[in-house]
């Protein structure tokens, strides 16, 4: 689908991504070869241009083909290079997709912090943004449940700051020191490798119960946060908590949080399952079409921030990762906006080998003890060793824009010559000294620590249960319904009872009929009481219902327009002309790749239309809307089309708005024509859980419908 979008691009919007340059695409630019150079030749690595790369160099004669020679230096590098072309892939995080971008700020914080990414309003400082899945491995799908990376990296002035978030604001474990733990019961299974890229499975849910910290982070992971209908429509969080040190030396902490300005959307679970399978990379395809064609996802940066005079006012740990810091307790202050606006050039050279360290801050912004962070700390730095090597801080996508000077040096893959006759500090001439504070040094915040030396965690840190009830609390009826129905899938592939048993009885500490509901459809004994007293609290902001955009758009959606010979031409260029204007991206599906002719057109003279996609080669699942414009001989021969039915009847299943005119009014009705379902035919336009059909061409009311579509999906 891909190649077809790139083909509509305005030309205006490929202009408008040329032009941004940051200082780090300029960079970058430096280091980048254009294999489409028309002046570019095959040479060998050591630069010896090749006459030949398809035959190897052998003893043969004209009806002989003899032995291969080792000697052939050109066959052997050719080889040898593509036997070491992988690296190992991320142990978690390992797929992904990233984009460059920018960060602004709209206020500054100088408030609260020195930093000058956070301060200084005239800055655009460049970033890099990987999101990713956590469990599967490089190759896996994109849309399954699990949790999504949110990694950013800022190539500030001061150097880089890299922020490695998800797109929910909380963690299973507190302590770092249990990560593998968590990594190796969520992967495959050692003893079969089964299953990928999923948390359906015993030794997943094994781990939930045996730690009772992670029930808050699998509530979230059984919400719609882990089925999101885009990269571009999901939060990121930091997660843990980190520090903020202003001029005057006085220190606060900070959670991060970005907010996209589409809302925050997610497919219902048989879509994403669906999508998992028809188009593996339905996220990747998304946000590299979205910036291709000019629609640059945005995000709201917010922060929320604690004095360090009141870190102990609250029931729960403010360094404890598995908690959020509710709203009414501590708002979000939105300070800045990141925009992405340019794909990369390679894969492997960026989005592969950019690496993210949480311990890479910058002056004005420092860590805090939260127990997880401290732990990270030091493992995404070891982790890039094995992935990328030790001087994978010099590879072009991780430099800092900034000036790097110490006298760190050698290691395998030095690309650095650091001219000199010194390389340690103090020296006799000087040379390469720390900054002073004054010239931007870092400083350390001169925190007064006392305590025991022993392997224990604070009191606070003991509770697990209140914000899993609170956010369980939180969610509208529907989110209920699916989070109710995302745990009866997952349990329901457990095969060991103990498993799925004991986190029934978890579940009836958070909430009984929840707790029911779920033992009902796994198995096991049904939960009867409410296993800790309910608070009965809510709190904003953990709802995704709460983040529709001010202004309801449909720019980016993704329509489906199904024709056949015989459609009618006004409603089909009206529909997808209002379509195009309001920013959607209106795709025909025709019963055929090949031409299809509009009712009363003439084959000689007319000109057809040439589809995007046939019935049989794209699904329903991978647009967000389906429109069925009249023409009777079109719907006579789509009405004896079970694929055409099929799309609209499962888009109808899955709650998405579906449009028709004239006799594709019938057609519709026909096909959605479900037991229990009516529709109102009162008017012209009949509009009924997200459908519209209408006698003639009713853009308005059809547009309408698609903004609502997540609305649409509320009557699950
Ligand atoms: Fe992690 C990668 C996010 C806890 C150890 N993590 C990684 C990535 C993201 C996160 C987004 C992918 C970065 C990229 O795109 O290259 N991780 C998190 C969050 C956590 C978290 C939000 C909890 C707050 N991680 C965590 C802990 C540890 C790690 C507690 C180890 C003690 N994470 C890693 C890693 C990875 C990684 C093994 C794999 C590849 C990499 O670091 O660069 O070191």
């Known amino acids: 689908m ?4 790139l083909s509509s691009i305005s030309d205006t919007a490929k202009s408008a991504m040329g032009s941004e340059r940051s200082k780090k695409v300029q960079q970058l630019a430096a280091e980048t070869k254009d294999v489409h150079d028309k002046s570019a030749r095959i040479t060998t690595d050591y630069g010896v241009k090749q006459t030949n790369t398809d035959d190897w160099l052998r003893v043969a004669t004209e009806d002989k083909t003899g032995p291969s020679l080792l000697e052939d230096p050109f066959a052997r590098e050719k080889i040898h290079r593509f036997d070491h072309e992988r690296i190992p892939e991320r142990v978690v995080h390992a797929r992904g997709s990233a984009a460059f971008g920018k960060f602004t700020l709209f206020e500054s914080a100088s408030d609260v912090t020195s930093a000058g990414v956070l301060t200084d309003t005239s800055r655009e400082t460049p970033v890099f943004l990987r999101f990713s899945t956590v469990l599967g491995s490089r190759g896996s799908a994109d849309t399954v449940r699990d949790v999504r990376g949110f990694a950013v990296k800022f190539y500030t002035d001061e150097g880089n700051w890299d922020l490695v978030g998800n797109n929910i604001p909380v963690f299973f474990i507190q302590d770092a020191m249990k990560f593998p733990d968590v990594i190796h019961a969520g992967k495959p299974e050692p003893h079969n490798e089964i299953p990928q890229a999923q948390s359906a499975h015993n030794n997943f849910w094994d781990f939930q ?3 009772p910290e992670a029930t808050h982070m699998f509530m979230w992971a059984m919400s719609d946060r882990t ?7 999901m939060q990121g ?3 843990n908590t980190f520090t903020l040190i202003n001029d005057k030396g006085e220190r606060s902490f900070v959670k991060f949080i970005f907010t996209p300005e589409l809302g925050v959307h997610s497919f219902v679970w048989d879509e994403a399952l669906k999508i998992a399978g028809q188009d593996p990379d339905f996220h990747r395809k998304d946000l590299w079409t979205a910036i291709e064609s000019g629609a640059f996802p945005k995000w709201k940066f917010g922060i929320q921030v604690i004095p360090e005079s009141k870190e102990n006012d609250f029931d729960f740990d403010i360094l404890d990762a598995t908690k959020v810091w509710p709203e009414e307790l501590v708002p979000i202050r939105y300070i800045g906006q990141l925009e992405l606006n340019r794909n990369p050039d390679e894969f492997f050279t960026q989005t592969e080998q950019v690496a993210f360290c949480t311990s890479h801050i910058v002056p004005g912004i420092g860590f805090s003890d939260d127990p997880l962070l401290q732990g990270r700390n030091f493992s995404y730095f070891d982790t890039q060793l094995s992935r990328l ?4 801080q010099e590879l072009p996508i991780n430099r800092p824009v900034c000036p790097v000077m110490n006298h760190n040096r050698d290691g395998a893959m030095r690309h650095t010559i650091t001219k000199g006759k010194v390389n340690y500090w103090p020296n006799r001439f000087e040379a390469a000294p720390p900054a002073k ?20 965690r604070s009191k606070k840190f003991q509770e697990h249960i209140n914000q899993a009830e609170l956010f369980y609390n939180s ?3 529907p989110e209920k319904a699916h989070m109710t129905a995302a745990l009866g899938f997952e349990l329901d592939h457990c095969d060991d009872p103990v498993v799925y048993e004991r986190i029934n009885s978890r579940l009836a500490e958070i909430d009984l009929s929840l707790a029911q509901s779920v033992a ?3 198995g096991g004994d049904i939960p009867q009481e409410q296993k800790r007293p309910k608070h009965n609290q809510t709190a904003k902001g953990l709802s995704q219902t709460e983040y529709a955009p001010a202004e309801p758009t449909i720019a980016t959606r993704m329509v489906a327009i199904i024709i056949a010979d015989g459609y009618d031409a006004i409603a089909y260029n009206g529909i997808k002309a209002a379509l195009t204007a309001a920013g959607a991206l209106p795709f025909t599906i025709g019963v055929r790749r090949n031409k299809i002719w509009a009712a009363g057109e003439d084959k000689n003279t007319g000109k057809g239309v040439v589809p995007d996609h046939h019935l049989e080669g794209m699904r329903s699942t991978m647009f967000d809307s389906v429109f069925v414009p009249g023409g009777a001989k079109s719907i006579e021969t789509l009405s004896k089309n079970g694929r055409a039915i099929h799309w609209v009847r499962e888009a109808f299943g899955h709650l998405k708005a579906i449009g028709a005119t004239g006799e594709g009014v019938k057609f519709v009705r026909d096909a959605c024509d479900l037991p229990g379902m009516s529709f109102s035919t009162s008017g012209d336009v009949v509009d009924s859980y997200g459908v519209v059909t209408a006698a003639k061409v009713q853009p308005e009311s059809f547009k309408e419908a698609l903004k609502m579509a997540k609305g649409a999906k509320d009557f699950v």
């Open 227 to 233: 089925i999101p209908r885009s990269y571009r429509m």
């Open 2 to 5: 891909a190649s077809t979008i």
């Open 389 to 392: 090597g030790i001087n994978w």
């Open 237 to 239: 969080f930091g997660v």
């Open 475 to 477: 969610m509208s009826p």
């Open 437 to 456: 504070p004054e010239e931007g040094g870092y400083l350390d915040y001169p925190a007064k620590i006392a305590g025991i030396k022993a392997r224990t």
């Open 209 to 211: 119960y045996m730690h």
């Open 520 to 522: 009902e459809m796994v």
